[in-house]
Each structure stands twice: as C-alpha cells, then as structure tokens.
C-alpha cells in the first residue's frame, strides 16, 4: 500500500470524527500512530491529543511536562508512558504507542521517529473497554470546553497488535510507503482537501479494509 505522506493542518476549532466501530474495540493489544507537527506549543494545563478513542486511548502532548506520550485508561485509573522527547514547534515527528497484554509482564511503549523511547511493564494492566466511543483526531473531549489542537497531522493508523520495533522503525523510513497492513485496522492518511493550511474535505477517506471514512468535526 503507497500514501503518499501530505500534511494536513487542524486549525482552531477544526478536529476530525471518526465513526465508532467494532475494530478498534482494542483491549488487549493495540498500536496507534500518526505524524505530527505541533504548530503552537500552548499554555494550557494537561494534553494536546493528537489522536485518541474518545481519550481512553490517545497519543498526545503532555503540555506541563512538556514531553511527546502514549495514555490509556484501566478500569479506573490512567496510565501515561512518557517519551524523553520535548517536542519543538514546527518539526514533524512520528509518533507511535503501543500495548501488548501476551508477554509476561504485559507491556506499553512509545516510539519517537521510529525509535523505542520508554517501555513501562504493567503486569495488571487492561485497556478500559472503548466500545461504541469515536476515533478523534485533533481534539481532547474529555475536558470541558474542549481542547482543539494546534498541530498539522498526517498518516493516522490504528492496529490490533503491537507492532515491532522493526516495523516502527520501517514506517517511519519509508513515510508512508511501508506496506505494513497486517492488523491494520484503519489508516487515514488526511491527504484530501487541502487548500492552503486549512482541512477543507467533507470525507477524509480511511484506506485500510475497513473503508470508514471520518468527517470534518
């Protein structure tokens, strides 16, 4: 499969919806990507979420820390696995996290430009249920008001497995030409409707299998 890898940019107050399916009722294990480039770092407290299932899986900016993260939340409680990465406005960056509940212990990680940051081992781990909840990108909903991001972003993907650090890596060499589909469970490459800096498509078109497409929010 070949994307071409196109930036598009979420300006304030723009975010995109992505329909609730059953596929990424992910538990169990789950690797969930995108490219970033932060446009404005901000002032706020908590997170910038670049992409998340409605903010119970999300990979973000921790603005107080100040670091690129990987969140999840567990029965009650969430579980944050920080980079060593501060980000800098105006670079892209490839931002992947990942869970795996087959090994012993069970394990997260967070990857930076195809390279394994940190590793957290959370033995009594699973991943809070997400069923019937969105796929957003460019937004935090979990606050009230809302959190839009300022950041331009491209190549979303989700998968159902934890990808290698192998595979992590080949994703980021090949921006976008990599081929990696097994468990893919959705990729929007947000390489429509582009004018200017402004996402201006009506469809922003998934071309995994799945073919769920999301919607300008």
């Known amino acids: 499969m070949a994307v071409k890898l196109n930036k598009t ?54 603005i ?57 081992n959370n033995p009594t781990d699973t991943i809070q249920s997400t069923a019937g909840q969105t796929l957003n990108i460019g937004v935090k909903v979990s606050v009230s008001p809302v959190t839009f991001v300022q950041a331009s972003i491209a190549d979303v993907r989700l998968y159902n497995r934890a990808l290698s650090a192998n595979e992590i890596s080949t994703v980021y060499a090949c921006q976008g030409h990599d081929g990696i589909v097994s468990g893919l469970v959705g990729r929007w490459p947000l390489n429509e409707g582009i004018d200017g800096a402004t996402a201006v498509s009506a469809t922003f078109y998934d071309v995994s299998d799945y073919k769920n497409n999301g919607a300008k929010g």
């Not at 995108?34 to 900016?61: E, L, M, P």
């Not at 990987?70 to 892209?92: E, L």
Request: proline letters at 4%; a neutral charge; aromatic letters at 14%.
């Open 64 to 120: 107080p820390a100040d670091v690129l993260q990987f969140a999840y939340n567990y029965t009650t409680t969430w579980r944050t696995i920080q980079s060593t990465t501060t980000p800098t406005a105006g670079v892209w960056y490839h931002l992947v996290g990942t869970f795996d509940k087959s090994g012993t212990p069970f394990t997260g990680a967070v990857y930076v430009n195809g390279v394994q940051s940190t590793t957290s």
């Open 9 to 62: 940019a979420l300006t304030e107050l723009d975010y995109i919806k992505i329909p609730s399916a059953t596929q990424y009722d992910l538990t169990t294990a789950i690797s969930m990507m995108c490219w970033v480039k932060i446009n404005t770092k901000g002032v706020a407290v908590g997170q910038y979420t670049f992409v998340s299932r409605n903010d119970f899986i999300s990979i973000q900016h921790d």
